[in-house]
């Protein structure tokens, strides 16, 4: 069975979403955005069904100095509300610094300028939310070793 998977960088306004499979590459998709909570799980069940969603991967705020703080447990939480109602397996993926990656990845194209007032029009729309679940799911990508295309040197070892 074809594996797919849905990246999520949860916010309590923005939910940023990213999509990908085993070739192990991961697209930016449209952010939940939407005005309530529940508008934007609607949101995600909708990526869930049209993209045959196999598993969810959530990026997981680790403090720099590797603690937990109020915000892992609001992950968890939303976790717990994503389990109950989709019924996909969960993985937990480290998303320090992704927002920071994507904004810096994002400020050399932005439009309108570099200054706070066209940075903070630019969160709104959803897309550095969506850039960073990217980076979180190219992450876990990476690290599982799904998509990667080279051979271990193991595949050479013949004794």
């Known amino acids: 069975m074809k594996e797919n998977f849905l990246a999520i960088d949860y916010g309590s ?31 995600i069940g909708r990526e869930i069904r049209i993209r045959r969603i196999t598993k969810l991967i959530v990026g997981y705020p ?60 630019h969160r709104k729309t959803g897309e550095i939310d969506s850039r960073a679940a990217t980076v979180i799911l190219q992450d876990y990508f990476n690290s599982a070793g799904i998509g990667n295309p080279f051979p271990t040197f193991d595949a050479y070892d013949h004794e």
């Open 62 to 121: 680790v403090n720099m100095d590797g603690s937990h703080g109020y915000k892992t447990r609001e992950v968890d939480d939303f976790i717990a509300v994503l389990e109950a109602r989709f019924s996909l397996p969960v993985e937990r993926v480290d998303e320090t610094l992704s927002s920071y990656e994507a904004e810096s990845h994002m400020s050399a194209k932005r439009k309108g300028g570099n200054n706070a007032q066209a940075r903070r029009a």
């Open 13 to 43: 306004r923005r939910i940023g979403l990213a999509h990908g499979d085993e070739l192990g590459i991961a697209m930016p998709a449209p952010a939940a955005a939407e005005a309530t909570e529940e508008e934007r799980l609607e949101h």
